[in-house]
Nanobody, 128 residues
């Protein structure tokens, strides 16, 4: 059973920064891509960023491109999301997720259905 535990959320003013962490356990972390998703009140969960097993592929949602950076440390079984220049519209519950298949070239990283394990989420609130 895979466990994902997020941390690092909180309240920040617009323009500020936060760094989210997601600690994974239960299977060989380095074999799998990881993703970050978010869900704002009244909205569907949406893709934010993903990272391949070695960091060679890191797609981002257009809304966060240039402001957010995803990274991973396979030695620590942890994936990170550095969020800079935060905006009120970034307010949401952020969740990390583990891809359902071991990494292979050309794997699809954006759709929610490609991820089979999810963390409990961490709240990020950006005030104007």
């Amino acid at each position: 059973q895979v466990q994902l535990v997020e941390s690092g959320g909180g309240l920040v003013q617009a323009g500020g920064s936060l760094r989210l962490s997601c600690a994974a356990s239960g299977r060989t972390f380095s074999n799998y891509a990881m993703g970050w998703f978010r869900q704002a009140p009244g909205k569907e969960r949406e893709f934010v960023a993903a990272i391949s097993w070695n960091g060679g592929s890191t797609p981002y949602a257009d809304s966060v491109k240039g402001r957010f950076t995803i990274s991973r440390d396979n030695a620590k079984n942890t994936v990170y999301l550095q969020m800079n220049s935060l905006k009120p519209e970034d307010t949401a519950v952020y969740s990390c997720a583990a891809h359902r298949r071991p990494w292979r070239s050309g794997a699809s990283l954006l759709p929610l259905y490609e991820y089979d394990y999810w963390g409990q989420g961490t709240q990020v609130t950006v005030s104007a």
